[in-house]
């Protein structure tokens, strides 16, 4: 679920609505104007009363517009690829003359290495 916030946005109160409709709920973003949780799938027959709730409170909480959208195993796998990047650049690139996963570091890569050279 994703809320667009108001400069006014109450970011503990909606938690707390969520909270109560649905169950222990945690953010998951809250960088700039954007607010986001993730929604249990298992709890979806009480997403109705929680976006009335939303709705009647909207000015009362900060929110200028929310929604929400089932991910998908592509954003699944997506999520899951960027952080075994992320973990192996850091276990392996970091503080190293070159970084052989080349999007992180193409500037210092040699031309004769990549990834994929070194994989087969």
């Known amino acids: 679920m994703v809320i667009v916030k108001e400069p006014t946005c109450d970011v503990q109160a909606i938690t707390r609505v969520l909270s109560d ?13 954007e607010l986001s949780y993730s929604l249990p799938e298992a709890k979806s027959h009480l997403f109705g009363e929680m976006f009335g ?3 009647r409170r909207k000015e009362q909480l900060g929110i200028a517009s929310y929604g929400a959208s089932i991910t998908t ?7 899951y690829d960027m952080a ?16 052989c ?9 040699p031309k004769s290495m990549s990834w994929n050279n070194k994989m087969g």
Do not use: S
């Not at 409709?21 to 973003?29: A, P, S, T």
């Not at 195993?73 to 999520?79: A, D, G, H, L």
């Not at 075994?84 to 970084?99: E, I």
């Open 73 to 79: 195993m592509e954003e699944v796998f997506v999520r």
């Open 101 to 109: 996963i080349p999007e992180w570091d193409k500037r210092q890569q």
């Open 21 to 33: 409709k649905i169950g222990e709920i945690q953010v998951d973003q809250d960088v700039g104007a």
């Open 53 to 55: 709730e939303l709705e």
């Open 84 to 99: 075994k990047r992320a973990y192996f650049h850091t276990m392996f690139c970091v503080n190293k003359p070159f970084c």
